[in-house]
T-cell receptor, first 113, second 112 residues
Framework: DADVTQTPRNRITKTGKRIMLECSQT?????MYWYRQDPGLGLQLIYY???????NKGEISDGYSVSRQAQAKFSLSLESAIPNQTALYFC????????????FGPGTRLTVL | GQQLNQSPQSMFIQEGEDVSMNCTSS?????WLWYKQDPGEGPVLLIA?????ELTSNGRLTAQFGITRKDSFLNISASIPSDVGIYFC????????????FGQGTRLTINP
């Protein structure tokens, strides 16, 4: 079984709809992240959480919100989706320490019409 | 905004050829990581570098942490079809901070 899972894997929605993307991990890591990937660009950090009570904005947090429901779960919401939020979204995890290594989920492809 | 410049953006090579890609920054980075992304999957860590000048290998892959701390390269020797994918460099300015900055990626295509 995958250590980091994301649901749904694909989603098509309409402008103005509220969307939630979910991430779960079985790695026991305390840190979780949400990234966005657009064609020709690297991954851009949306939000990150270093533990259940800690939420931080990343580079591109406008239009997004997150919830860390438990150590193993971190969800990303688009309150009112717009077409330029069409992208691949990745969740990642890491463990506190010096390794800086992050482990990524398989991604969610979101299309906003 | 983007702080790591990765090149080339794409490569088209013949199977068996060696590959070289690099990543540069105007800022000092204290950790460099190289990831590979297969189609429909998330990035997977290939090599992590933590010291300036460090040269690390993982099978046919070799990566180096530049002496100036502002660059890193990744080499792949004797490419094979499964090397196809997008390769990303990533770095952190503070070791252990775990806030990664990513390059734009290098898309590798291999002709059999």
């Amino acid at each position: 079984d995958a250590d980091v899972t994301q649901t749904p894997r694909n989603r098509i929605t309409k402008t103005g709809k509220r969307i939630m993307l979910e991430c779960s991990q079985t790695k026991g890591h305390d840190r979780m992240y949400w990234y966005r990937q657009d064609p020709g660009l690297g991954l851009q950090l949306i939000y990150y959480s270093f533990d259940v009570k800690d939420i931080n904005k990343g580079e591109i947090s406008d239009g997004y919100s997150v919830s860390r429901q438990a150590q193993a779960k971190f969800s990303l919401s688009l309150e009112s989706a717009i077409p330029n939020q069409t992208a691949l979204y990745f969740c990642a995890t890491s463990v506190t320490g010096n390794t800086d290594t992050q482990y990524f989920g398989p991604g969610t492809r979101l299309t906003v019409l | 905004g983007q702080q790591l410049n990765q090149s080339p953006q794409s490569m088209f090579i013949q199977e068996g050829e060696d590959v070289s890609m690099n990543c540069t920054s105007s800022s000092i980075f204290n950790t460099w990581l190289w990831y590979k992304q297969d189609p429909g999957e998330g990035p997977v860590l290939l090599i992590a570098l933590y010291k300036a000048g460090e040269l690390t290998s993982n099978g046919r892959l070799t990566a180096q942490f530049g002496i100036t701390r502002k660059d890193s390269f990744l080499n792949i020797s004797a490419s094979i079809p499964s090397d196809v994918g997008i390769y990303f460099c990533a770095g952190t300015k503070i070791q252990g901070a775990q806030k990664l900055v990513f390059g734009q990626g290098t898309r590798l295509t291999i002709n059999p």
